[in-house]
């Protein structure tokens, strides 16, 4: 089980970590450059990040955290089980339940916007994924605060 945690806590701190340089970083230079121009790299970005080490990531993580989720959630008495749980299910709702319910969402409306839509589509676009995006990272960093303090438990 420890090293399945320990994948969940790596695969979590990637994920987040990306999730974090958008946040920080990437969304903000994309403002600074013409709506078209934000839009259309935005778009590629979208398309570019569909690539195997990403997938496996993305949906592995998730994997990982439901088994140690069942696994915690049977043995909730045990040291760190409960950090454990509380984690997996962060991870499940921030980074991953976050992604599919919002980001992804706005991600294919974007993908079919042309051009001449940037102006109209670009701006709400940005406003909308980056505060759910700052959501999924929070969260994203508390699941792996709670995961490897749960870890740190189950090795005392």
Request: include cysteine; proline fraction near 4%; glycine fraction near 8%.
């Amino acid at each position: 089980m420890t090293y399945i945690i320990v994948a969940a806590i790596v695969g979590a701190g990637l994920i987040t970590g990306l999730l974090f340089a958008f946040s920080n970083f990437v969304m903000s230079a994309l403002s600074d450059v013409s709506n078209e121009n934000g839009m259309l790299v935005m778009q590629r970005i979208n398309e570019r990040i569909i690539n195997p080490i990403f997938v496996l990531l993305f949906f592995g993580t998730p994997l990982l955290c439901v088994i140690i989720a069942i696994r915690s959630g049977m043995t909730l008495n045990a040291a760190g089980s409960f950090l454990l749980l509380l984690g997996s299910i962060c991870y499940l709702l921030g980074p991953f339940g976050i992604t599919m319910l919002f980001n992804v969402p706005l991600n294919n409306r974007l993908a079919k916007t042309e051009p001449p839509g940037a102006d109209k589509v670009w701006t709400d676009y940005q406003l909308h994924w980056q505060r759910w995006n700052h959501v999924r990272t929070y969260v994203g960093v508390l699941s792996i605060a709670l995961l490897a303090a749960g870890l740190g438990q189950l090795s005392v």
